[in-house]
T-cell receptor, first 116, second 114 residues
Framework: GAVVSQHPSWVICKSGTSVKIECRSL??????MFWYRQFPKQSLMLMAT?????????EQGVEKDKFLINHASLTLSTLTVTSAHPEDSSFYIC????????????FGPGTRLTVL | AQSVTQLGSHVSVSEGALVLLRCNYS??????LFWYVQYPNQGLQLLLK??????LVKGINGFEAEFKKSETSFHLTKPSAHMSDAAEYFC????????????FGKGTTLSVSS
């Protein structure tokens, strides 16, 4: 149980285009989902916390107008990278917590974004 | 505020040798502590976690970790390394609050040689 999926697993896009990444909790409801970014050989950096039905909370330094997060249901959160540039190329990982749970987050397999 | 320090960005061991990956944390409240493993181009897999209770926690793949409050440590160990253990390992901390993200250490790359 507690499986989180991400789609697509990898995407290549041209500079200036927008890319949407989906994060789904397949067998549980997740009130809260988190979006992380990971550069090669580095740790995960929290980008934003996404709560179902409300606006996402962004970490300092993360542009909310560039990284649009929508959490329309208890099983789906989306991250849209708008007007992508090569420096946005990274590994994006989402995670989800069981509603009401405080201990364990379940991570998606990640999405590799390459912007040409 | 919480923070995590993983000592040693790269650890190399021989197959069959003891694995020790170090993690120290800073937290103003009783923390929840986690170890995750990441294989290349994959997401994170939970190895084990400490929330409350027994301080020696056993996880998957023969790994275990001990929460030592006096030392603010949560080191990960495995008695005998296997080639398949080669991966990136992340220690993480979380306050015991619903809806709070994990804070990760910088990670330790484990290499296993035959």
């Amino acid at each position: 149980g507690a499986v989180v999926s991400q789609h697509p697993s990898w995407v290549i896009c041209k500079s200036g285009t927008s890319v949407k990444i989906e994060c789904r909790s397949l067998d549980f409801q997740a009130t809260t989902m988190f979006w992380y970014r990971q550069f090669p050989k580095q740790s995960l950096m929290l980008m934003a916390t996404s709560n179902e039905g409300s606006k996402a909370t962004y970490e300092q330094g993360v542009e909310k107008d560039k990284f649009l997060i929508n959490h329309a249901s208890l099983t789906l959160s989306t991250l849209t990278v708008t007007s992508a540039h090569p420096e946005d190329s990274s590994f994006y990982i989402c995670s989800a917590s069981l509603t009401g749970a405080t201990d364990t987050q379940y991570f998606g397999p990640g999405t590799r974004l390459t912007v040409l | 505020a919480q923070s995590v320090t993983q000592l040693g960005s790269h650890v190399s061991v021989s197959e069959g040798a003891l694995v020790l990956l170090r993690c120290n944390y800073s937290s103003s409240v009783p923390p929840y502590l986690f170890w995750y493993v990441q294989y290349p181009n994959q997401g994170l897999q939970l190895l084990l976690k400490y929330t409350t209770g027994a301080t020696l926690v056993k996880g998957i793949n023969g790994f275990e970790a001990e929460f030592k409050k006096s030392e603010t440590s949560f080191h990960l160990t495995k008695p005998s390394a296997h080639m398949s253990d080669a991966a990136e390992y992340f220690c993480a901390v979380s306050p015991n609050q619903a809806g709070t993200a994990l804070i990760f250490g910088k990670g330790t790359t484990l290499s296993v040689s035959s």
